[in-house]
């Protein structure tokens, strides 16, 4: 009786155990696969098959969705993708924090940016740039594959554009490949549509913000595209500017009712798209331009243009250009960076104004650029003083809080 009683005893055991053993097992193997599904191995994904256009063509559809509906990626494919960000793979730095470039099982180049610690942005800009750029679909705006998003780390994941940024050509200290008139024309045209989509025909109306030389990406064959939308904004129904108390972007670039007043709209993308414009035709950065009493390009471009000698602003660099066409685009550079927003065309009339070069349609004369004087330069440098390190004067995006 006592064997019999023993014997129930263990096997009941025995099937208890198992059980509790069995239910671990399981429980153990769905969190890896949760956890596995969470973060995927970037090493071996195929983006060419997993992200696709939707039906609309205006946003992505995905393999794993994630909260931002984008493919996410482990930490550790991440490493391995970079050899563990070697430096030999590091592309460059801006405000966000350092780039680098890895390399997937298939080939396929990607870049990748990585969130510092010491940076002045953080999860706010990182969320903002997924949200706002995981929804848009335009041959001049750079695709966003992935991201990753560790206890430690927050980093994006983009296609590898080979020829690096615009400023790389127009300022590098040893230009290894001068730009000739086509292919700046050819930039210009396609910065122009990718903002003409931003502002008019996404899902959502986007104000970058940030729109500068150092971020138009240049692809394989020198196609720009706009990139770096932690700063932008999106507008709601039918609205046309706004305030903010947190002024952002990079001083030279920046419209000055938005650099003194806070006030944006699309016209303060439309003031960066000029400059960049004059920075593309002349070669010169904006900020630090010395060769008049007007201490800037913008300065200089106006003086030029009101003397009828416009046509020197032209890079030497580019060797012969049509003088009509480089004429055409610093008119339309100088109509975009006037003092007053309603006085700047829209990106609409911008291409309309670009693409009509051959019809020898004139344009409207531009009236005096902002920031184009001693006074004004040294107003704004007055504010930059007042809120020391807050803004640059060079290619980093920065902010500042600013009472309205």
């Not at 000739?180 to 109306?205: F, K, N, P």
């Not at 480089?326 to 927003?341: H, M, S």
Request: hydrophobic content about 40%.
């Amino acid at each position: 009786m006592l064997e019999v009683i023993v014997a129930v005893l263990v096997s009941s055991f025995v099937l208890v155990s198992g059980g509790f053993l069995g239910c671990f097992y399981t429980r153990r193997t769905k969190q890896k696969e949760e956890k596995k599904e969470s973060g995927e191995d970037l090493l071996s994904f195929d983006f060419n098959s997993s992200v696709e256009p939707n039906g609309n063509g205006t946003g992505l559809r995905h393999r794993n969705h994630t909260d931002f509906d984008l493919p996410m990626f482990s930490y550790a494919s991440v490493c391995a993708a970079t050899d563990n960000f070697s430096p030999e793979n590091k592309l460059g730095e801006g405000g966000f924090g350092p780039v680098y470039k890895g390399k997937l099982l298939n080939g396929q180049e990607i870049a990748l940016k990585r969130l510092s610690k010491k940076s002045g942005q953080g999860v706010e800009e990182f969320r903002n740039e997924i949200l706002l750029i995981a929804k848009l679909q335009h041959r001049n705006l750079v695709r966003l594959l992935g991201c990753c998003i560790d206890p430690d780390e927050s980093i994006l994941i983009y296609e590898y554009m080979p020829n690096k940024s615009l400023d790389f050509y127009l300022f590098g200290s040893d230009k290894e490949v001068i730009l000739d008139w086509t292919t700046r024309t050819r930039i210009v045209e396609g910065i122009a549509q990718g903002l003409l989509y931003l502002h008019e025909y996404s899902r959502v109306r986007i104000i970058h913000r940030d729109l500068k030389a150092s971020n138009i990406l240049l692809d394989e064959e020198m196609n720009p595209k706009i990139s770096d939308f932690g700063m932008a904004r999106i507008f709601g129904g039918n609205d046309s500017r706004t305030y903010t108390k947190r002024i952002v972007g990079t001083f030279g670039y920046m419209a000055p009712e938005y650099a003194l007043q806070g006030l944006f709209s699309i016209k303060s993308d439309v003031f960066s798209f000029g400059v960049l414009v004059l920075e593309i035709v002349c070669g010169k950065r904006n900020t630090g331009f010395y060769l008049t009493d007007t201490l800037n390009l913008l300065g200089h471009a106006w003086e030029l243009w009101v003397s009828g000698r416009g046509v020197e602003l032209m890079d030497p660099a580019v060797g012969c250009s049509p003088a009509s066409a480089a004429l055409r685009y610093i008119n339309v550079g100088l109509l975009c960076v006037q003092e007053n927003p309603n006085d700047r065309p829209n990106m609409s009339a911008v291409i309309s104004m670009l693409s009509s070069t051959e019809l020898g349609t004139p344009l409207p004369a531009p009236k005096q650029p902002a920031f184009s004087t001693t006074t004004a330069v040294s107003l704004a440098s007055s504010v930059v003083n007042n809120n020391a390190g807050k803004y640059s004067v060079n290619d980093l995006t920065v902010s500042a809080l600013q009472p309205r």
